[in-house]
Nanobody, 120 residues
Framework: QVQLVESGGGLVQAGGSLRLSCAASGDTFSINAIGWYRQAPGKQRELVAGFSSGGNTNYADSVKGRFTISRDNAKNTVFLQMNSLKPEDTAVYYC??????????????WGQGTQVTVSS
C-alpha cells in the first residue's frame, strides 16, 4: 500500500501564492507518473500539472506560467508552486501517482485532497 498525503492548501487572496506538497510513503515502490489534479464544486476533476512516465512535465493551459511542478525523488515528494493565484483556481487539489512496487505489481493512488480557496 502507498499513501499520498497532501499539505499546503489554505485561503489566499488573489495574486497570492501557495506551495502544495505531496509525500508518498508505504511499501517499497518507484513512481511511474505523478501529478496534481483539481476539482471545483460541480466540475470534472482535471489535470493541473504532472510528470509523465518519461519525466516530462505537462501543465493545463490555464496555469502555464503561474504554476510549477517539481519533485524530490529521494523523498518521494512532489510539489506544486502556485503563484499569481486567481479565484478560478479555487478547488480541491489532489495528488495522484502511478507506482510500481519493487517486488512487482502496480498501483494507482489518490491523495485525500487539500482545499485551495482564492478570494477577491
Amino acid at each position: 500500500q502507498v499513501q499520498l498525503v497532501e499539505s499546503g492548501g489554505g485561503l489566499v487572496q488573489a495574486g497570492g501564492s501557495l506551495r502544495l506538497s505531496c509525500a508518498a510513503s508505504g511499501d517499497t515502490f518507484s513512481i511511474n507518473a505523478i501529478g496534481w489534479y483539481r476539482q471545483a464544486p460541480g466540475k470534472q476533476r482535471e489535470l493541473v500539472a504532472g510528470f509523465s512516465s518519461g519525466g516530462n512535465t505537462n501543465y493545463a493551459d490555464s496555469v502555464k506560467g503561474r504554476f510549477t511542478i517539481s519533485r524530490d525523488n529521494a523523498k518521494n515528494t512532489v510539489f506544486l508552486q502556485m503563484n499569481s493565484l486567481k479565484p478560478e483556481d479555487t478547488a480541491v487539489y489532489y495528488c495522484n501517482a502511478d507506482v510500481k512496487y519493487s517486488g512487482g505489481g502496480r498501483g494507482f493512488y489518490w491523495g485525500q485532497g487539500t482545499q485551495v480557496t482564492v478570494s477577491s
